[in-house]
């Protein structure tokens, strides 16, 4: 089982940057998919990116696209997400996640961190 904890949170104006970081533990990132999720105040937790283990091919969701980059450090054992020119509707938990199975890692993975607030003001 791999342990993730995120950070790199926080309140951001309208147009800003956040850069989200995972460190992983108990297992190599190399090895395994990675992805973003988040939650805003009731809503769903939804699926924003991921990257596969191997090739290092990436996904995301429509909303995010030319804005999120999602990327590992393999040497840190850490995956980001940049995010750029933020809007207020990115307010919610992000929560990093990882699966050793691709068709999972974009809608039920089993390993979950505990997430971080992003808050974008107008």
């Known amino acids: 089982q791999v342990q993730l904890v995120e950070s790199g949170g926080g309140l951001v104006q309208a147009g800003g940057s956040l850069r989200l970081s995972c460190a992983a533990s108990g297992r190599t990132i190399s090895s395994i998919n990675m992805a973003w999720f988040r939650q805003a105040p009731g809503k769903e937790r939804e699926f924003v990116a991921a990257i596969i283990w191997s090739g290092g091919g990436t996904s995301y969701t429509d909303s995010v696209k030319g804005r999120f980059t999602i990327s590992r450090d393999n040497a840190k054992n850490t995956v980001y997400l940049q995010m750029n020119n933020l809007r207020p509707e990115d307010t919610a938990v992000y929560y990093c996640?990882?699966?050793?199975?691709?068709?999972?890692?974009?809608?039920?993975?089993?390993?979950w961190g505990q997430g971080t607030q992003v808050t974008v003001s107008s």
């Open positions: 996640a990882a699966d050793r199975y691709t068709r999972v890692v974009f809608s039920t993975p089993g390993s």
